[in-house]
């Protein structure tokens, strides 16, 4: 199956910092990747999709100015969560649909990174 | 954000035992899949399903879309422990390509 990768894997950070996720579609090209979010032992749930060369669409209830995501490249996607506080503290997932029908095709999971805030 | 209800929450199987678990909407899905998820890690899938009646296998795996397009379920024969994880279904509702994600069931394994 397609590879998608994430990084960090892990980062602990202070109060009020930003810090950055990346995405990487690593063997096919994602004109359309998505972020989830995942707490401790429930579901994951969606939280924004990113499109290239385009603004990301944010789910209802999550701050775009909080989560600022960055579609750069056809193989990237970044997200930064900015003035980070403990509540952020969870498992960022990202995946990326693989195929030639675009957004519909079968999502691919990076591996997520904890993001742990002090 | 809506989830899916998926059952059951957890088991715990002897090594050898067949394992059935299902997900179920109030709305109906144009496409069902399977994931599996171990700690710390991001979700694999396992069988995606499309068509209404389907039934797709995948090893030891078998997975079926429900005739009403409301339900899925997905079996495991001859569990090993390996198996040991978080299985999530997702399914992608007509007019969208967003997932939404069952609730998990968490599978143990005893050897």
């Known amino acids: 199956g397609a590879v998608v990768s994430q990084h960090p894997s892990r980062v602990i950070c202070k109060s009020g910092t930003s810090v950055k996720i990346e995405c990487r579609s690593l063997?096919?090209?994602?004109?359309?990747m998505f972020w989830y979010r995942q707490f401790p032992k429930k579901s994951l749930m969606l939280m924004a999709t990113?499109?290239?060369?385009?603004?990301?669409?944010?789910e209802q209830g999550v701050e775009k100015d909080k989560f600022l995501i960055n579609h750069a490249s056809l193989t990237l996607s970044t997200l930064t969560v900015t003035s980070a506080h403990p509540e952020d503290s969870s498992f960022y997932i990202c995946?990326?649909?693989?195929?030639?029908?675009?957004?519909?095709?079968?999502?691919?999971f990076g591996p997520g990174t904890r993001l742990t805030v002090l | 954000g809506q989830q899916l209800n998926q059952s059951p929450q957890s088991m715990f199987i002897q090594e050898g035992e067949d394992v059935s678990m299902n997900c179920t909407s109030s709305?109906?899905?144009?496409?069902w899949l399977w994931y599996k998820q171990e700690p710390g890690e991001g979700p694999v899938l396992l069988i995606a399903l499309y068509k209404a009646g389907e039934l797709t296998s995948n090893g030891r795996l078998t997975a079926q879309f429900g005739i009403t397009r409301k339900d899925s379920f997905l079996n495991i024969s001859a569990s090993i422990p390996s198996d040991v994880g978080i299985y999530f279904c997702a399914g992608i509702a007509s007019g969208t390509y967003k997932y939404i994600f069952g609730t998990g069931t968490r599978l143990k394994v005893l050897a």
């Open positions: 063997d096919f090209q994602a004109t359309t």
């Open positions: 995946s990326a649909p693989s195929g030639t029908s675009g957004f519909t095709d079968t999502q691919y």
């Open positions: 709305s109906i899905f144009n496409t």
């Open positions: 990113s499109n290239e060369g385009s603004k990301a669409t944010y």
